[in-house]
């Protein structure tokens, strides 16, 4: 079990625009191949990153479900459903990469910037009771990053090293938090 725990749990970080375009995707599988892939700019930066659209079809592609996500809480609202209003929305759908179970993550802003995380499901029995406040944590953070770049003057583009850098740190410092509760979880199912 601990060799499962010891890949990473955060495979791909995407943003996505108010009109549903995406500003930056990020993939973490095989970070040493594949430095970036920014949407929208040259393309691969690597050949490694350029055999993996699919992945970014992946996360993109659970936009539908975010969007059923907040469909369904306005109208819960609209009803006066006691529902939260917490950007967090939890998985938007589970899938397969490489064979293993995955989870796309969503958190949408005020003004409607989308940021979606692709996150492996361990085979601990509660990974994603243990992954949920991860997660939460590691979404709230990256759309921080994003009102920080968005508020700047200067402002042209997410694909920016600095940018790069910041995502990177906070997704390996999660990746670091969830191998920990992963591992000692799956420790105390043992």
């Known amino acids: 079990m601990a060799a499962a725990v010891a890949e990473p749990s ?3 970080v995407a943003y996505v625009g108010i009109d549903n375009s995406p500003a930056y995707f990020r993939s973490f599988l095989n970070v040493e191949a594949a430095p970036m892939v920014a949407v929208g700019g ?3 930066s690597t050949e490694a990153e350029a055999d993996k659209p699919d992945l970014k079809q992946l996360v993109l592609g659970a936009q539908e479900q975010l ?5 369904n809480a306005v109208q819960a609202m609209q009803r006066g459903d006691g ?3 917490d950007p967090f929305l939890g998985v938007l759908t589970p899938t397969l990469v490489d064979g293993k179970d995955c989870s796309v993550y969503g958190y ?3 003004c409607n910037m989308k940021v979606l995380v692709l996150a492996l499901d361990h085979g601990v029995s509660n ?3 243990l992954q949920t406040p991860i997660l939460r944590s590691l979404l709230r953070q990256l759309h921080q990053f994003y009102v920080d770049a968005f508020c700047n003057p200067f402002f042209v583009s997410l ?3 600095s940018f790069r850098a910041k995502v990177d740190t906070a997704v390996d410092r999660h990746n670091a938090k ?7 979880a799956a420790a105390a199912a043992a």
């Open 10 to 12: 955060i495979l791909a």
């Open 42 to 44: 040259e393309g691969p």
């Open 67 to 71: 969007e059923d996500h907040i469909r």
């Open 83 to 85: 529902r939260s209003t």
């Open 108 to 110: 949408i802003s005020a």
């Open 127 to 129: 990974s994603k009771d």
């Open 159 to 161: 694909d920016t090293p």
């Open 178 to 184: 969830l191998a920990q509760f992963l591992l000692a």
